[in-house]
């Protein structure tokens, strides 16, 4: 039998792992995602924008956390739905986190067409460590959420659509961390800490 103190590197080196090849949790229900993140967090909800004659838009958050749009040269924003999208379709839009580290997104995606109608065309979010996740929705379906919680840092998101005639569009955007960790990570934890009292009751 492995000591205590052998069980207990081990452990930690499987809470380690854990962390560095898990992937981003992705929820569909806003109120699901919030539920989890830390009083931090910061939600844009981009009424308050009125240039959009830039392909680069910086939000300064709530001191903690805040970001930067940016859409390709030659290529402009659009707000006219209160909303972030963009005047030509097919562009993608990147946002680039700022401030502390980011580990929890979470936003309505969507595409419209060119009267600001909702539209069914295929999205694709991407975040900078590669992962991504592709969504259609139905015309009219203002739920289309996606939060993203991460045990890295999120410093980015990409924002795509090939729809005929989409344009990427994103709303409610919500930034932070989590408040706890996952329950999977709580239960290794959990374990980990049974394996090493039950080992010293043992040697005892």
Same mark, same amino acid.
């Given at each position: ?5 052998? @069980? ?5 080196? /499987? ?9 981003? *949790? ?20 981009? +009424? ?32 006219? /739905? ?9 562009? +993608?839009? *990147? ?16 595409? &419209? ?9 295929? @999205? ?11 969504? %259609?929705? +139905? ?15 999120? /410093?980015?998101? %990409?924002?795509? %659509? ?10 409610? @955007?919500? &930034?932070? /961390? ?9 239960? @290794? ?16």
């Amino acid at each position: 039998m492995l000591p205590a103190s052998r @069980l207990l590197s081990v452990a930690a080196l /499987t809470l380690a792992s854990a962390s560095a090849f898990a992937g981003p *949790t992705i929820y569909n229900s806003s109120a699901a995602f919030l539920a989890l993140l830390a009083p931090t967090a910061y939600t844009e909800t981009f +009424t308050s924008v009125v240039d959009d004659n830039t392909n680069v838009q910086t939000f300064a958050g709530n001191g903690a956390y805040g970001f930067t749009a940016s859409v390709a040269a030659g290529q402009q924003f659009y707000f006219g /739905t209160d909303a972030l999208s963009t005047n030509q379709a097919n562009q +993608t839009i *990147t946002l680039t986190f700022t401030g502390g580290t980011v580990t929890a997104i979470g936003a309505n995606f969507y595409a &419209i067409d060119l009267g600001d109608a909702f539209l069914a065309a295929p @999205l694709t979010i991407t975040l900078a460590d590669g992962s991504s996740t592709s969504l %259609t929705f +139905t015309p009219g379906d203002p739920s289309a959420y996606r939060g993203f919680l991460s045990d890295v840092a999120i /410093t980015s998101i %990409t924002l795509s %659509t090939n729809g005929r005639g989409a344009y990427a569009t994103l709303d409610n @955007l919500t &930034i932070g /961390t989590r408040a706890l960790p996952e329950p999977s990570v709580l239960a @290794l934890v959990a374990l980990a800490l049974a394996g090493v009292a039950a080992a010293r009751r043992r040697e005892a």
